[in-house]
């Protein structure tokens, strides 16, 4: 603006003030000090104030060039912060990562993976939602978050995907009530009248399956809360059923852990973003991280 100050303005009246002399405060600006002189004159006439006192031979600031000083001080701070935290946001070493995630998956990959990033981003920080599968491909749509983690099904026409290799379903009772007759598997007909608890998202196969071989089963709770379900077990309330990698989610010496068979069943988890977004460099750097910790 004509008749407002610029930063060039601002930082050569500070280093004028910080340097003592007009003389020193042009070499570290590597302009002439005839230069120099004529800007601050140019500056003075534009606030229609006196800045500096002449005659000395080290500056002295009037009390408007007190006043300037102090602002400027300020000002120059927010500015230089300003474009050091864009520059590093632009580089990913700054920024704020938003993940949806549903609470087996979050609870297996996410704290390892966030511990190691912040080791090489220390400054990028976290807001991670939790909820049911469906519910956090909407907070993708809907640009809530950058990364989505759920069991859903995902197309990959509209996201970027990662899948994770399948892992199998594990049926989880408390020892007080230990169904099946192998040590670590549990047939499906041998689940045949004991009490089920089922995550919403493998209840119709679960259903399917058992009908397929004869039988309805009693399932008493369908709940997607993992933990919920293991300390339902835990009360000796039913049989759950979850992924395999959740049994470390609760290491409790009542609970019993079963892979399912006859038929195996199993799950997978997806890492998902939308392709028309353009993400943040501190999420295409976590990406990358979790691509190369799980998928190399």
């Given at each position: 603006m004509e008749n407002g100050i610029g930063v060039k303005d601002m930082r050569a009246f500070f280093a004028i003030?910080?340097?003592g002399n007009i003389s020193h405060a042009a070499q570290r600006l590597d302009i002439a000090q005839p230069a120099l002189s004529r800007q601050m004159k140019r500056l003075e006439e534009k606030l229609n104030a006196k800045l500096f006192e002449r005659g000395s031979r080290r500056i002295r600031l009037t009390e408007a060039g007190r006043v300037l000083y102090e602002r400027v001080e300020n000002i120059l701070g927010m500015v230089?912060?300003?474009?050091?935290?864009?520059?590093?946001?632009?580089?990913?070493?700054?920024?704020?990562?938003?993940?949806?995630?549903?609470?087996?998956?979050?609870?297996?990959?996410?704290?390892?993976?966030?511990?190691?990033?912040?080791?090489?981003?220390?400054?990028?920080?976290?807001?991670?939602?939790?909820?049911?599968?469906?519910?956090?491909?909407?907070l993708l749509d809907n640009r809530l978050i950058e990364i989505a983690i759920t069991r859903?099904?995902?197309?990959?026409?509209?996201?970027?995907?990662?899948?994770?290799?399948?892992?199998?379903?594990?049926?989880?009772?408390?020892?007080?009530?230990?169904?099946?007759?192998?040590?670590?598997?549990?047939?499906?007909?041998?689940?045949?009248?004991?009490?089920?608890?089922?995550?919403?998202?493998?209840?119709?196969?679960?259903e399917t399956n058992c009908k397929k071989i004869g039988f309805s089963p009693e399932i008493i709770c369908v709940s997607d809360s993992v933990v919920q379900d293991l300390m339902m077990v835990k009360k000796n309330l039913g049989i759950a059923m979850i992924p395999i990698s959740s049994k470390e989610l609760l290491t409790d010496g009542d609970l019993i852990y079963k892979r399912v068979i006859e038929p195996e069943m199993t799950t997978h988890t997806v890492i998902a973003w939308l392709k028309n977004q353009t993400l943040s460099t501190a999420c295409k750097n976590f990406l990358d991280m979790f691509k190369e910790k799980f998928l190399q």
């Open positions: 003030v910080e340097e230089d912060g300003t474009i050091r935290e864009i520059s590093e946001i632009g580089t990913g070493a700054k920024g704020s990562i938003r993940i949806g995630t549903i609470t087996t998956s979050g609870a297996m990959i996410l704290p390892e993976l966030i511990s190691e990033f912040h080791k090489v981003y220390p400054n990028v920080t976290f807001e991670i939602w939790e909820a049911e599968g469906a519910r956090v491909i909407e859903t099904q995902v197309d990959n026409s509209s996201y970027g995907l990662f899948v994770l290799p399948n892992e199998p379903l594990v049926m989880v009772m408390n020892k007080k009530n230990i169904c099946g007759r192998k040590k670590d598997t549990v047939k499906l007909s041998e689940l045949k009248g004991q009490p089920i608890i089922v995550p919403l998202r493998w209840k119709s196969i679960f």
